[in-house]
Protein backbone atom coordinates (compact mmCIF):
# COMPACT_ATOMS: atom_id res chain seq x y z
CA UNK A 1 0.00 0.00 0.00
CA UNK A 2 2.66 2.66 0.96
CA UNK A 3 4.76 1.60 -2.12
CA UNK A 4 1.85 2.64 -4.15
CA UNK A 5 1.24 6.14 -2.26
CA UNK A 6 4.96 7.09 -3.25
CA UNK A 7 4.54 5.90 -6.68
CA UNK A 8 1.04 8.04 -6.86
CA UNK A 9 3.16 10.61 -5.01
CA UNK A 10 6.23 10.47 -7.24
CA UNK A 11 3.93 10.29 -10.91
CA UNK A 12 1.62 13.59 -9.31
CA UNK A 13 4.96 15.44 -9.02
CA UNK A 14 6.65 14.13 -12.62
CA UNK A 15 3.09 15.08 -14.09
CA UNK A 16 3.44 19.07 -12.03
CA UNK A 17 6.98 19.14 -13.61
CA UNK A 18 6.07 18.20 -17.15
CA UNK A 19 3.00 20.79 -16.84
CA UNK A 20 5.28 23.47 -15.70
CA UNK A 21 7.53 22.68 -18.45
CA UNK A 22 5.20 22.64 -21.21
CA UNK A 23 3.57 25.86 -19.84
CA UNK A 24 7.44 27.19 -19.95
CA UNK A 25 8.21 26.09 -23.22
CA UNK A 26 4.70 26.25 -25.34
CA UNK A 27 2.07 28.07 -23.74
CA UNK A 28 3.96 30.97 -22.21
CA UNK A 29 5.44 31.62 -25.53
CA UNK A 30 2.84 31.31 -27.67
CA UNK A 31 0.38 33.35 -25.23
CA UNK A 32 3.42 36.28 -25.69
CA UNK A 33 3.29 35.69 -29.80
CA UNK A 34 -0.53 36.33 -29.68
CA UNK A 35 -0.10 39.40 -27.17
CA UNK A 36 2.27 40.86 -29.87
CA UNK A 37 0.45 39.96 -32.79
CA UNK A 38 -2.20 41.75 -31.29
CA UNK A 39 -0.35 44.86 -31.33
CA UNK A 40 0.60 44.32 -34.91
CA UNK A 41 3.80 43.21 -33.96
CA UNK A 42 4.92 39.67 -35.94
CA UNK A 43 8.10 37.54 -36.18
CA UNK A 44 9.04 34.17 -37.60
CA UNK A 45 7.12 31.28 -35.85
CA UNK A 46 8.25 29.83 -32.34
CA UNK A 47 9.24 26.27 -32.46
CA UNK A 48 9.03 24.34 -28.96
CA UNK A 49 12.12 24.87 -26.98
CA UNK A 50 14.51 26.18 -29.83
CA UNK A 51 12.64 29.03 -30.69
CA UNK A 52 14.19 30.07 -33.98
CA UNK A 53 17.98 29.41 -33.06
CA UNK A 54 17.80 26.76 -36.47
CA UNK A 55 16.92 29.38 -38.57
CA UNK A 56 19.34 31.94 -37.04
CA UNK A 57 22.24 29.10 -37.33
CA UNK A 58 21.66 28.51 -41.11
CA UNK A 59 21.31 31.73 -42.21
CA UNK A 60 24.44 32.73 -40.75
CA UNK A 61 26.55 30.00 -42.07
CA UNK A 62 25.10 30.63 -45.40
CA UNK A 63 26.30 34.18 -45.16
CA UNK A 64 29.40 33.20 -44.29
CA UNK A 65 29.80 30.55 -46.68
CA UNK A 66 31.83 33.07 -48.51
CA UNK A 67 33.34 36.35 -48.67
CA UNK A 68 31.73 39.51 -50.22
CA UNK A 69 32.50 42.15 -53.24
CA UNK A 70 34.29 44.79 -51.71
CA UNK A 71 31.07 46.96 -50.76
CA UNK A 72 30.44 48.01 -47.48
CA UNK A 73 26.60 46.82 -47.34
CA UNK A 74 27.51 44.58 -44.99
CA UNK A 75 24.49 43.76 -43.00
CA UNK A 76 22.88 40.87 -45.02
CA UNK A 77 26.59 39.08 -44.58
CA UNK A 78 26.44 40.07 -40.66
CA UNK A 79 22.81 40.02 -39.18
CA UNK A 80 21.80 38.04 -41.89
CA UNK A 81 18.91 36.77 -39.73
CA UNK A 82 17.92 40.56 -38.79
CA UNK A 83 18.38 41.57 -42.53
CA UNK A 84 16.12 38.54 -43.72
CA UNK A 85 13.54 38.64 -41.24
CA UNK A 86 13.07 43.16 -41.11
CA UNK A 87 12.48 42.12 -45.01
CA UNK A 88 9.38 40.22 -44.21
CA UNK A 89 8.02 41.85 -40.84
CA UNK A 90 9.56 45.48 -40.94
CA UNK A 91 11.20 46.97 -38.70
CA UNK A 92 10.27 46.16 -35.01
CA UNK A 93 9.65 42.39 -35.31
CA UNK A 94 9.74 39.43 -32.86
CA UNK A 95 12.51 36.66 -32.59
CA UNK A 96 12.66 33.93 -30.12
CA UNK A 97 16.33 33.10 -28.87
CA UNK A 98 15.32 29.47 -27.55
CA UNK A 99 12.30 29.54 -25.39
CA UNK A 100 13.23 33.57 -24.91
CA UNK A 101 11.73 36.21 -26.34
CA UNK A 102 13.21 39.34 -28.28
CA UNK A 103 12.05 42.42 -29.97
CA UNK A 104 14.44 43.82 -32.53
CA UNK A 105 13.91 47.96 -32.59
CA UNK A 106 15.38 49.98 -34.73
CA UNK A 107 14.06 53.16 -34.81
CA UNK A 108 15.80 55.86 -33.43
CA UNK A 109 12.95 57.47 -31.32
CA UNK A 110 12.35 54.11 -29.71
CA UNK A 111 15.97 53.47 -29.05
CA UNK A 112 15.94 57.06 -27.08
CA UNK A 113 13.47 55.75 -24.62
CA UNK A 114 14.86 52.57 -23.88
CA UNK A 115 18.92 54.26 -23.30
CA UNK A 116 17.70 57.24 -22.09
CA UNK A 117 14.20 58.91 -21.37
CA UNK A 118 12.79 54.92 -19.92
CA UNK A 119 15.50 53.67 -18.59
CA UNK A 120 14.86 52.83 -15.64
CA UNK A 121 12.61 50.15 -16.76
CA UNK A 122 15.46 48.39 -18.85
CA UNK A 123 18.55 46.46 -17.22
CA UNK A 124 21.54 44.74 -19.10
CA UNK A 125 20.71 41.09 -19.83
CA UNK A 126 22.31 37.98 -18.62
CA UNK A 127 24.81 36.85 -20.93
CA UNK A 128 25.65 33.73 -22.35
CA UNK A 129 27.30 31.72 -19.92
CA UNK A 130 30.55 31.29 -21.73
CA UNK A 131 31.04 35.55 -22.41
CA UNK A 132 29.98 35.58 -18.57
CA UNK A 133 33.12 33.69 -17.31
CA UNK A 134 35.35 36.18 -20.07
CA UNK A 135 33.88 38.97 -19.38
CA UNK A 136 33.87 39.03 -15.33
CA UNK A 137 31.41 40.46 -12.60
CA UNK A 138 32.81 43.92 -13.66
CA UNK A 139 31.20 46.98 -15.05
CA UNK A 140 29.64 45.50 -18.24
CA UNK A 141 27.46 43.12 -16.31
CA UNK A 142 27.24 44.36 -12.73
CA UNK A 143 23.55 46.32 -12.24
CA UNK A 144 21.97 48.95 -9.61
CA UNK A 145 23.92 50.26 -6.54
CA UNK A 146 27.24 48.14 -7.15
CA UNK A 147 27.48 49.21 -11.06
CA UNK A 148 27.26 52.80 -9.85
CA UNK A 149 29.73 52.50 -7.08
CA UNK A 150 32.32 51.18 -9.35
CA UNK A 151 31.43 52.78 -12.02
CA UNK A 152 32.20 56.25 -10.15
CA UNK A 153 35.73 54.97 -8.92
CA UNK A 154 36.86 53.70 -12.44
CA UNK A 155 36.19 57.20 -13.96
CA UNK A 156 39.21 59.23 -13.29
CA UNK A 157 41.10 56.07 -15.67
CA UNK A 158 39.21 57.90 -18.74
CA UNK A 159 39.22 61.80 -17.51
CA UNK A 160 41.45 63.24 -20.95
CA UNK A 161 44.00 65.03 -18.80
CA UNK A 162 45.02 61.57 -17.29
CA UNK A 163 44.59 59.72 -20.51
CA UNK A 164 47.10 62.03 -22.19
CA UNK A 165 49.73 60.80 -19.58
CA UNK A 166 49.67 57.54 -21.82
CA UNK A 167 50.68 59.14 -24.99
CA UNK A 168 54.51 58.83 -25.07
CA UNK A 169 54.35 55.11 -23.74
CA UNK A 170 51.71 54.08 -26.45
CA UNK A 171 53.20 55.90 -29.24
CA UNK A 172 56.73 54.39 -28.11
CA UNK A 173 55.27 50.94 -28.46
CA UNK A 174 53.75 51.85 -32.26
CA UNK A 175 56.68 52.92 -33.03
CA UNK A 176 59.17 50.00 -31.61
CA UNK A 177 56.60 47.85 -33.02
CA UNK A 178 56.72 49.67 -36.33
CA UNK A 179 60.72 49.55 -36.47
CA UNK A 180 61.07 46.05 -36.12
CA UNK A 181 59.08 45.56 -39.60
CA UNK A 182 61.81 44.35 -42.17
CA UNK A 183 60.10 45.70 -45.72
CA UNK A 184 61.22 44.36 -48.54
CA UNK A 185 64.78 46.34 -49.51
CA UNK A 186 64.27 46.52 -52.98
CA UNK A 187 60.67 47.92 -53.10
CA UNK A 188 60.74 49.36 -49.10
CA UNK A 189 57.32 47.33 -49.02
CA UNK A 190 56.27 44.64 -45.91
CA UNK A 191 52.35 42.51 -45.60
CA UNK A 192 51.09 42.49 -42.31
CA UNK A 193 48.25 40.93 -40.91
CA UNK A 194 46.96 43.54 -39.00
CA UNK A 195 44.08 42.31 -36.89
CA UNK A 196 46.75 40.08 -34.99
CA UNK A 197 49.42 42.72 -35.17
CA UNK A 198 46.82 45.41 -33.67
CA UNK A 199 45.81 42.99 -30.78
CA UNK A 200 49.36 43.05 -29.15
CA UNK A 201 49.31 46.77 -29.54
CA UNK A 202 46.32 47.39 -27.93
CA UNK A 203 47.07 44.59 -25.14
CA UNK A 204 49.82 47.07 -24.36
CA UNK A 205 47.74 50.24 -23.08
CA UNK A 206 44.75 48.20 -22.16
CA UNK A 207 46.90 46.54 -19.74
CA UNK A 208 48.50 50.10 -18.77
CA UNK A 209 45.13 51.40 -18.18
CA UNK A 210 44.24 48.40 -15.99
CA UNK A 211 47.56 48.11 -14.27
CA UNK A 212 49.82 51.05 -14.50
CA UNK A 213 52.89 50.50 -12.44
CA UNK A 214 51.96 46.59 -12.11
CA UNK A 215 51.69 46.67 -16.15
CA UNK A 216 54.28 43.80 -16.37
CA UNK A 217 52.18 41.46 -14.14
CA UNK A 218 49.13 42.85 -15.84
CA UNK A 219 50.13 41.77 -19.55
CA UNK A 220 50.98 37.58 -18.22
CA UNK A 221 47.08 37.96 -17.30
CA UNK A 222 46.05 39.38 -20.39
CA UNK A 223 48.13 36.66 -22.43
CA UNK A 224 46.16 33.97 -20.29
CA UNK A 225 43.09 35.85 -21.22
CA UNK A 226 43.17 35.76 -24.62
CA UNK A 227 44.24 32.47 -24.72
CA UNK A 228 41.26 31.86 -22.83
CA UNK A 229 39.24 34.45 -25.37
CA UNK A 230 40.40 31.52 -28.13
CA UNK A 231 39.12 28.45 -26.23
CA UNK A 232 35.48 30.72 -25.29
CA UNK A 233 35.24 31.39 -29.50
CA UNK A 234 35.93 27.69 -30.72
CA UNK A 235 33.06 26.75 -28.05
CA UNK A 236 30.94 29.27 -29.14
CA UNK A 237 31.14 28.41 -33.13
CA UNK A 238 31.16 24.61 -32.73
CA UNK A 239 29.08 23.33 -29.87
CA UNK A 240 24.87 23.86 -29.27
CA UNK A 241 24.64 21.18 -26.87
CA UNK A 242 23.05 22.18 -24.16
CA UNK A 243 25.03 21.88 -20.56
CA UNK A 244 28.45 21.04 -22.63
CA UNK A 245 30.27 23.94 -20.76
CA UNK A 246 30.38 21.34 -17.56
CA UNK A 247 31.57 18.27 -19.74
CA UNK A 248 34.87 17.23 -18.60
CA UNK A 249 36.09 17.76 -22.12
CA UNK A 250 40.21 18.60 -23.27
CA UNK A 251 38.78 22.04 -23.88
CA UNK A 252 37.24 22.56 -21.14
CA UNK A 253 39.15 21.07 -18.69
CA UNK A 254 41.97 23.61 -20.63
CA UNK A 255 39.98 26.19 -19.68
CA UNK A 256 38.86 25.52 -15.95
CA UNK A 257 42.59 25.24 -15.37
CA UNK A 258 43.45 28.87 -17.23
CA UNK A 259 40.50 30.31 -15.24
CA UNK A 260 41.79 29.06 -11.67
CA UNK A 261 45.59 30.42 -12.95
CA UNK A 262 44.16 33.90 -13.95
CA UNK A 263 42.14 34.08 -10.32
CA UNK A 264 45.07 32.96 -8.72
CA UNK A 265 47.45 35.54 -10.59
CA UNK A 266 44.76 38.40 -9.83
CA UNK A 267 44.85 38.21 -6.44
CA UNK A 268 48.48 38.13 -6.19
CA UNK A 269 49.00 41.46 -7.68
CA UNK A 270 46.44 42.75 -5.93
CA UNK A 271 47.40 41.57 -2.97
CA UNK A 272 51.20 42.52 -3.77
CA UNK A 273 50.06 46.13 -4.43
CA UNK A 274 48.14 46.55 -1.75
CA UNK A 275 50.63 45.68 1.12
CA UNK A 276 52.91 47.81 -1.08
CA UNK A 277 50.70 50.79 -0.91
CA UNK A 278 52.22 53.18 1.50
CA UNK A 279 55.81 52.82 0.89
CA UNK A 280 55.02 53.45 -2.83
CA UNK A 281 52.72 56.86 -2.50
CA UNK A 282 55.00 59.00 -4.22
CA UNK A 283 54.95 56.97 -7.52
CA UNK A 284 50.89 55.79 -6.95
CA UNK A 285 50.25 59.43 -7.13
CA UNK A 286 52.35 60.28 -9.76
CA UNK A 287 52.21 58.63 -12.61
CA UNK A 288 48.74 58.07 -14.67
CA UNK A 289 45.81 56.81 -12.72
CA UNK A 290 45.27 53.24 -13.61
CA UNK A 291 41.99 51.03 -12.48
CA UNK A 292 43.84 49.01 -10.20
CA UNK A 293 45.30 51.77 -8.35
CA UNK A 294 41.74 53.64 -8.38
CA UNK A 295 40.12 50.52 -7.03
CA UNK A 296 42.45 49.67 -4.13
CA UNK A 297 42.64 53.14 -3.25
CA UNK A 298 38.98 53.00 -2.69
CA UNK A 299 39.01 49.71 -0.83
CA UNK A 300 41.53 50.85 1.92
CA UNK A 301 39.93 53.92 2.24
CA UNK A 302 36.76 52.77 2.78
CA UNK A 303 38.38 49.88 4.72
CA UNK A 304 39.90 52.89 6.99
CA UNK A 305 36.22 54.49 7.66
CA UNK A 306 34.63 51.61 8.39
CA UNK A 307 37.16 50.07 10.66
CA UNK A 308 37.46 53.78 12.54
CA UNK A 309 33.79 53.22 13.35
CA UNK A 310 34.33 49.51 14.52
CA UNK A 311 37.97 48.63 15.38
CA UNK A 312 41.21 49.31 14.66
CA UNK A 313 42.44 46.69 12.36
CA UNK A 314 44.92 46.59 10.25
CA UNK A 315 43.63 48.34 7.29
CA UNK A 316 45.16 47.35 4.30
CA UNK A 317 44.09 43.50 5.02
CA UNK A 318 40.84 44.23 6.08
CA UNK A 319 40.72 46.11 2.94
CA UNK A 320 41.16 43.01 1.03
CA UNK A 321 39.10 40.60 3.00
CA UNK A 322 35.77 42.78 4.22
CA UNK A 323 32.90 41.50 4.17
CA UNK A 324 30.56 44.40 4.02
CA UNK A 325 28.56 44.22 0.45
CA UNK A 326 29.04 47.54 -0.67
CA UNK A 327 32.95 47.69 -0.10
CA UNK A 328 35.23 47.23 -2.53
CA UNK A 329 36.79 43.28 -2.35
CA UNK A 330 40.15 42.20 -3.93
CA UNK A 331 37.78 39.95 -5.81
CA UNK A 332 35.43 43.05 -6.80
CA UNK A 333 38.92 44.50 -8.24
CA UNK A 334 39.90 41.04 -10.29
CA UNK A 335 36.54 41.03 -11.90
CA UNK A 336 37.00 44.63 -12.90
CA UNK A 337 40.27 43.75 -13.97
CA UNK A 338 38.97 40.61 -16.26
CA UNK A 339 36.15 43.03 -17.77
CA UNK A 340 38.90 46.20 -18.66
CA UNK A 341 40.52 42.97 -20.89
CA UNK A 342 37.49 41.86 -22.79
CA UNK A 343 35.40 45.30 -22.80
CA UNK A 344 38.81 47.05 -23.88
CA UNK A 345 41.48 44.97 -26.32
CA UNK A 346 39.48 43.34 -28.99
CA UNK A 347 37.30 46.26 -29.31
CA UNK A 348 39.93 48.63 -30.06
CA UNK A 349 41.84 46.65 -32.30
CA UNK A 350 38.82 45.82 -34.42
CA UNK A 351 38.44 49.86 -34.88
CA UNK A 352 42.43 49.75 -35.71
CA UNK A 353 41.55 47.10 -38.08
CA UNK A 354 38.52 47.92 -39.59
CA UNK A 355 40.46 51.53 -40.10
CA UNK A 356 43.11 50.03 -41.66
CA UNK A 357 40.92 48.35 -44.20
CA UNK A 358 39.02 51.22 -45.35
CA UNK A 359 42.07 53.68 -45.46
CA UNK A 360 43.46 51.14 -47.70
CA UNK A 361 40.29 50.95 -50.31
CA UNK A 362 39.67 54.71 -50.78
CA UNK A 363 43.28 55.61 -50.82
CA UNK A 364 41.89 59.31 -52.14
CA UNK A 365 40.91 59.94 -48.05
CA UNK A 366 44.24 57.70 -47.22
CA UNK A 367 46.02 61.17 -48.89
CA UNK A 368 43.71 63.39 -47.16
CA UNK A 369 44.64 61.60 -43.86
CA UNK A 370 47.86 62.00 -44.51
CA UNK A 371 48.30 65.64 -45.68
CA UNK A 372 46.36 66.58 -42.54
CA UNK A 373 48.91 64.56 -39.78
CA UNK A 374 51.55 65.99 -42.01
CA UNK A 375 50.11 69.27 -41.65
CA UNK A 376 49.10 69.47 -38.02
CA UNK A 377 52.63 67.57 -36.43
CA UNK A 378 55.08 68.79 -38.58
CA UNK A 379 58.61 67.07 -37.75
CA UNK A 380 57.33 65.67 -34.44
CA UNK A 381 57.49 61.96 -34.27
CA UNK A 382 54.80 61.65 -31.38
CA UNK A 383 51.46 63.48 -31.97
CA UNK A 384 50.80 65.53 -28.91
CA UNK A 385 47.33 65.30 -27.09
CA UNK A 386 46.64 68.94 -28.92
CA UNK A 387 47.60 67.95 -32.11
CA UNK A 388 45.17 64.88 -32.05
CA UNK A 389 42.84 67.09 -31.13
CA UNK A 390 43.90 68.53 -34.13
CA UNK A 391 43.20 66.02 -36.60
CA UNK A 392 39.91 66.66 -37.93
CA UNK A 393 39.50 64.93 -40.62
CA UNK A 394 40.76 61.53 -38.86
CA UNK A 395 38.08 62.04 -36.60
CA UNK A 396 35.93 61.78 -39.70
CA UNK A 397 37.28 58.83 -40.95
CA UNK A 398 37.16 56.73 -37.65
CA UNK A 399 33.34 58.09 -37.06
CA UNK A 400 32.71 56.43 -40.53
CA UNK A 401 34.91 53.44 -39.92
CA UNK A 402 32.83 53.03 -36.26
CA UNK A 403 29.28 53.78 -38.68
CA UNK A 404 30.12 51.32 -40.99
CA UNK A 405 31.47 48.45 -39.06
CA UNK A 406 31.08 49.03 -35.62
CA UNK A 407 33.18 46.32 -33.67
CA UNK A 408 29.96 46.02 -31.28
CA UNK A 409 26.72 45.06 -33.72
CA UNK A 410 24.07 44.57 -31.22
CA UNK A 411 23.29 44.99 -27.45
CA UNK A 412 20.09 44.28 -25.82
CA UNK A 413 18.35 45.38 -22.97
CA UNK A 414 15.61 42.98 -20.55
CA UNK A 415 12.48 45.08 -19.58
CA UNK A 416 12.62 44.87 -15.88
CA UNK A 417 8.21 45.39 -15.84
CA UNK A 418 5.54 45.53 -17.91
CA UNK A 419 6.47 48.83 -20.21
CA UNK A 420 4.95 50.81 -22.99
CA UNK A 421 7.44 51.50 -25.85
CA UNK A 422 5.88 53.94 -28.46
CA UNK A 423 2.38 53.03 -27.76
CA UNK A 424 3.47 49.12 -27.40
CA UNK A 425 3.37 47.09 -24.69
CA UNK A 426 5.89 45.30 -23.56
CA UNK A 427 5.94 42.36 -20.70
CA UNK A 428 8.19 42.15 -18.29
CA UNK A 429 11.02 39.70 -18.96
CA UNK A 430 11.05 40.79 -22.77
CA UNK A 431 14.21 40.79 -24.14
CA UNK A 432 14.85 44.06 -26.82
CA UNK A 433 17.61 44.17 -29.61
CA UNK A 434 19.15 46.65 -30.37
CA UNK A 435 20.88 46.26 -34.02
CA UNK A 436 23.53 48.80 -33.88
CA UNK A 437 24.90 47.69 -37.44
CA UNK A 438 21.17 47.80 -38.93
CA UNK A 439 21.02 51.22 -37.65
CA UNK A 440 24.29 52.74 -38.93
CA UNK A 441 23.67 51.12 -42.41
CA UNK A 442 19.73 51.97 -42.68
CA UNK A 443 19.09 54.46 -45.41
CA UNK A 444 15.76 56.24 -44.15
CA UNK A 445 18.51 57.70 -41.66
CA UNK A 446 21.52 57.77 -43.81
CA UNK A 447 20.25 58.45 -47.19
CA UNK A 448 20.95 56.94 -50.15
CA UNK A 449 24.34 56.62 -49.81
CA UNK A 450 24.24 54.84 -46.29
CA UNK A 451 26.21 52.09 -47.45
CA UNK A 452 28.90 54.15 -49.24
CA UNK A 453 32.51 55.49 -47.16
CA UNK A 454 31.92 58.86 -46.84
CA UNK A 455 33.54 60.62 -44.24
CA UNK A 456 32.38 63.97 -44.85
CA UNK A 457 28.92 63.44 -43.95
CA UNK A 458 30.36 63.80 -40.24
CA UNK A 459 31.95 67.21 -40.80
CA UNK A 460 29.39 69.12 -38.98
CA UNK A 461 29.90 66.89 -36.27
CA UNK A 462 28.18 63.59 -35.04
CA UNK A 463 24.89 65.13 -34.14
CA UNK A 464 24.52 66.64 -37.32
CA UNK A 465 25.51 63.88 -39.69
CA UNK A 466 21.87 61.61 -39.98
CA UNK A 467 18.29 62.72 -40.05
CA UNK A 468 18.12 61.44 -36.48
CA UNK A 469 20.83 62.17 -33.49
CA UNK A 470 20.38 58.89 -32.00
CA UNK A 471 21.05 56.97 -35.16
CA UNK A 472 25.15 56.80 -34.36
CA UNK A 473 25.51 54.59 -31.01
CA UNK A 474 29.37 52.67 -31.72
CA UNK A 475 29.55 53.16 -27.95
CA UNK A 476 25.80 53.00 -26.58
CA UNK A 477 23.85 55.18 -24.98
CA UNK A 478 22.70 56.64 -21.79
CA UNK A 479 24.22 55.69 -18.33
CA UNK A 480 25.39 52.70 -19.28
CA UNK A 481 27.62 54.24 -22.36
CA UNK A 482 31.20 53.04 -22.87
CA UNK A 483 32.85 54.16 -20.34
CA UNK A 484 36.47 53.64 -22.05
CA UNK A 485 35.89 55.46 -25.31
CA UNK A 486 38.19 58.25 -24.90
CA UNK A 487 40.63 55.74 -24.68
CA UNK A 488 39.89 53.73 -27.96
CA UNK A 489 39.72 56.78 -29.91
CA UNK A 490 42.77 58.48 -28.51
CA UNK A 491 44.54 54.83 -29.07
CA UNK A 492 43.20 54.59 -32.69
CA UNK A 493 44.24 58.03 -33.60
CA UNK A 494 47.83 58.25 -32.32
CA UNK A 495 48.25 54.78 -34.15
CA UNK A 496 47.12 55.59 -37.28
CA UNK A 497 48.73 59.07 -37.44
CA UNK A 498 52.06 57.60 -36.89
CA UNK A 499 51.52 55.09 -39.45
CA UNK A 500 50.10 57.22 -41.91
CA UNK A 501 53.38 59.81 -41.49
CA UNK A 502 55.78 56.36 -42.28
CA UNK A 503 53.64 54.19 -44.86
CA UNK A 504 51.33 53.78 -47.44
CA UNK A 505 48.98 51.14 -46.94
CA UNK A 506 47.10 49.23 -49.46
CA UNK A 507 45.07 45.84 -49.42
CA UNK A 508 47.21 42.57 -49.74
CA UNK A 509 45.74 40.40 -53.34
CA UNK A 510 45.16 38.25 -50.51
CA UNK A 511 42.50 39.98 -48.63
CA UNK A 512 39.11 38.68 -48.74
CA UNK A 513 36.31 40.86 -47.72
CA UNK A 514 34.28 38.72 -44.81
CA UNK A 515 33.18 40.81 -42.51
CA UNK A 516 31.68 38.39 -39.57
CA UNK A 517 30.67 38.56 -35.87
CA UNK A 518 31.79 35.81 -33.66
CA UNK A 519 31.50 38.29 -30.25
CA UNK A 520 32.79 41.06 -31.89
CA UNK A 521 32.72 42.24 -35.95
CA UNK A 522 35.91 40.76 -37.34
CA UNK A 523 37.38 39.92 -40.64
CA UNK A 524 36.60 35.95 -40.82
CA UNK A 525 39.96 35.54 -42.98
CA UNK A 526 42.40 37.80 -41.33
CA UNK A 527 43.29 41.19 -42.91
CA UNK A 528 46.56 41.52 -44.46
CA UNK A 529 47.25 45.14 -45.89
CA UNK A 530 50.61 45.94 -47.85
CA UNK A 531 52.60 48.69 -45.60
CA UNK A 532 54.93 50.30 -48.28
CA UNK A 533 57.79 52.61 -46.74
CA UNK A 534 57.48 56.63 -47.15
CA UNK A 535 60.50 58.38 -47.00
CA UNK A 536 59.41 60.64 -43.75
CA UNK A 537 57.21 63.14 -46.53
CA UNK A 538 58.10 65.65 -43.82
CA UNK A 539 61.67 65.52 -44.48
CA UNK A 540 61.54 65.44 -47.97
CA UNK A 541 58.81 68.85 -47.86
CA UNK A 542 61.49 70.01 -45.57
CA UNK A 543 64.65 69.29 -47.37
C1 LIG B 1 36.28 50.95 -30.40
C2 LIG B 1 36.31 50.54 -29.17
C3 LIG B 1 35.10 50.30 -28.32
C4 LIG B 1 33.79 50.14 -28.68
C5 LIG B 1 33.17 50.18 -30.08
C6 LIG B 1 33.03 49.95 -27.46
C7 LIG B 1 31.66 49.79 -27.42
C8 LIG B 1 30.93 49.70 -26.24
C9 LIG B 1 29.49 49.66 -26.18
C10 LIG B 1 28.55 49.66 -27.38
C11 LIG B 1 29.15 49.60 -24.87
C12 LIG B 1 27.73 49.59 -24.31
C13 LIG B 1 27.17 48.20 -24.27
C14 LIG B 1 25.70 48.20 -23.89
O1 LIG B 1 25.10 49.24 -23.71
O2 LIG B 1 25.18 47.11 -23.79
C15 LIG B 1 30.37 49.57 -24.10
C16 LIG B 1 30.44 49.48 -22.72
C17 LIG B 1 31.62 49.37 -22.03
N1 LIG B 1 32.90 49.50 -22.52
FE1 LIG B 1 33.39 49.84 -24.43
N2 LIG B 1 33.90 49.97 -26.39
C18 LIG B 1 35.17 50.20 -26.87
C19 LIG B 1 36.34 50.31 -26.13
C20 LIG B 1 36.42 50.15 -24.77
C21 LIG B 1 37.64 50.25 -23.99
C22 LIG B 1 39.01 50.60 -24.56
C23 LIG B 1 37.31 49.95 -22.70
C24 LIG B 1 38.18 49.88 -21.47
C25 LIG B 1 39.45 49.72 -21.43
C26 LIG B 1 35.88 49.70 -22.67
C27 LIG B 1 35.17 49.39 -21.54
C28 LIG B 1 33.79 49.32 -21.49
C29 LIG B 1 33.06 49.05 -20.26
C30 LIG B 1 33.69 48.76 -18.89
C31 LIG B 1 31.69 49.10 -20.59
C32 LIG B 1 30.52 48.93 -19.65
C33 LIG B 1 30.14 50.30 -19.11
C34 LIG B 1 28.99 50.26 -18.13
O3 LIG B 1 28.06 49.50 -18.31
O4 LIG B 1 29.07 51.06 -17.19
N3 LIG B 1 35.38 49.84 -23.93
N4 LIG B 1 31.45 49.65 -24.96
Redesign the pocket.
Known amino acids: MEKWFKILGLSFLVSIFMIRVVAYLWLRPKKIEEHFAKQGIRGPPYKFFIGNAKEIVSLMLKASSQPMPFSHNILPRVLSFYHHWKKIYGATFLVWFGPTPRLAVAEPDLIREI ?1 TTKSEFYE ?1 NEAHPLIRQLEGD ?5 KGEK ?1 AH ?2 KI ?1 TP ?2 HMENLKLLIPGAASKVIEMLEKLTPNSKNGEIEIEISEWFQTL ?1 ED ?2 AQ ?2 FGRSYEQGKAIFRLQAQQMVLASEAFQKVFIPGYRFMPTKRNIKSWKLDTEIKKLLMKLIQDRTENWGKNEMQENNGPKD ?1 LGLMIQASIKESSLSSSINSPLNHHNSALNNNNSSMITANDIAE ?1 CK ?3 F ?3 Q ?2 S ?2 LTWTTVLLAMHPQWQDLARDEVIRVCGSRAIPSKDDLAKLKMLSMILNES ?1 RLY ?3 VA ?3 RAKADVDLGGCKIPLGTEVL ?1 P ?1 LAIHHDQAIWGNDANEFNPSRFSEGVARAAKHPMAY ?13 N ?3 L ?2 KLTIAIILKRFALRLSPQYKHAPTVLMLLHPQYGAPVIFKRLIDPAIAKSS
Do not use: D, M
Not at 473 to 485: E, S, T, Y
Open positions: FKGLLSLWHRITFTIVTALETFFAGETTNLLPPITIRIIIPFGLGVRQCIGQLAIQT
